[in-house]
């Protein structure tokens, strides 16, 4: 695969755009399995996330009583603001906004970032039941960050760097994912949960009125459903350069590559978030530490052996 080339910022906007034209796919799709799933056919899925949309933006926005609405705002279109930063990193085929030498940190950095966002979007409505969303997102995050750390520290340690495109370079014969399995389904695991879908959704479960978005409404609900599915879709765009392969691949560019990849990957994130049940907090720090953490560990210690071995 050829060295990756960093384009200039004012491509910023169109990376944007193909990000929003994912997360528009992702919603369509997600709708068309609720709807399949209640027995109604999957007709007027492609418009229903506008519908939806539309109807947001006409929503009256209430603001609770001695709200922070600075951190609540913050926290809310946070989201969306580390989805596009974590695509700033990411490489289409031979292009990428931005080709940090320690790209897989910056990722990282931006989904510890998350933590912060969504913990502000329930402290700021000055309200139990976000706050409790909050609080809850946070013992989440307790059992699937360490694991998600090891698992992307395999591939690192197999291209011997830590800039995403030369991960993606060192892939040229083998996709990462034939002999890395176990980091692949950890790091999927992960972006299930910094994007709060399928089992992690206990933050805004029905239980707690809504939990971190029991109190928002209109526009400022709308950047919190949007930047749950772009974090979604940059955690899968992310993985095709980690795992995938990057942009390899025959007859097709590799820029046509790496979106394809990354739309089968959305679609198996989105379905799979579908059939899960949603998780305990106390649950699921329990296989985190127990299961996911030793099992991220093992995959990097054989991948180390490896990458020793070859070199």
């Known amino acids: 695969m050829a060295d990756v080339v960093a384009v200039s910022a004012w491509w910023t906007p169109l990376a944007a755009a193909l990000l929003g034209v994912f997360v528009w796919g992702a ?30 933006l006409r929503q009256r926005r209430i603001v609770t009583l001695s709200a922070d609405r600075l951190l609540w705002r913050v926290g809310g279109a946070g989201l969306l603001v580390a989805a596009l ?4 990193v990411t490489p289409l085929g031979r292009w990428t906004l931005s080709d940090l030498d320690v790209g897989v940190v910056w990722f990282n950095a931006m989904d510890v970032a998350v933590w912060a966002f969504v913990w502000l979007a329930g402290w700021g409505a000055n309200s139990v039941h976000p706050l409790v969303g909050g609080y809850r997102f946070l013992a989440l995050a307790l059992g ?19 800039n995403v495109g030369a991960i993606a370079g060192a892939q040229g014969h083998v996709w990462n994912i034939v002999w890395m399995p176990v980091a692949f389904v950890v ?29 928002l409404s209109g526009v400022d609900r709308l950047l919190l459903d949007a930047g749950r599915l772009a974090l979604l879709v940059a955690g899968a765009a992310f993985a095709v350069p980690m795992f995938l392969g990057g942009g390899v691949g025959p007859l097709l560019p590799a820029w046509a590559w790496t979106l394809a990849k990354t739309a089968v990957l959305v679609a198996a994130l989105v379905w799979a978030g579908r059939r899960m049940p949603v998780l305990r907090p106390d649950l699921l720090l329990e296989v985190g530490w127990l299961v996911l953490l030793p099992a991220a560990l093992l995959q990097d210690l054989v991948v180390a052996l490896v990458a020793v071995w070859v070199r």
């Not at 369509?28 to 899925?45: K, N």
């Not at 930063?85 to 700033?88: G, K, P």
């Not at 972006?191 to 029905?206: E, I």
């Open 27 to 56: 919603a369509a799709f997600d709708g068309a399995l609720t709807a399949g799933s209640r027995g109604m056919g999957p007709g007027g899925s492609l418009t229903r996330p506008l519908d939806g949309v539309a109807r947001l």
């Open 85 to 88: 930063l974590m695509v700033a």
């Open 144 to 162: 699937y960050e360490l694991p998600l750390m090891f698992a992307l520290t395999a591939p690192p340690i197999a291209a011997h760097s830590l």
């Open 187 to 215: 790091y999927c695991i992960g972006v299930l949960g910094f994007s709060l879908w399928g089992g992690f959704g206990a933050p805004l479960a029905s239980d707690i009125a809504g939990g971190v978005r029991a109190e």
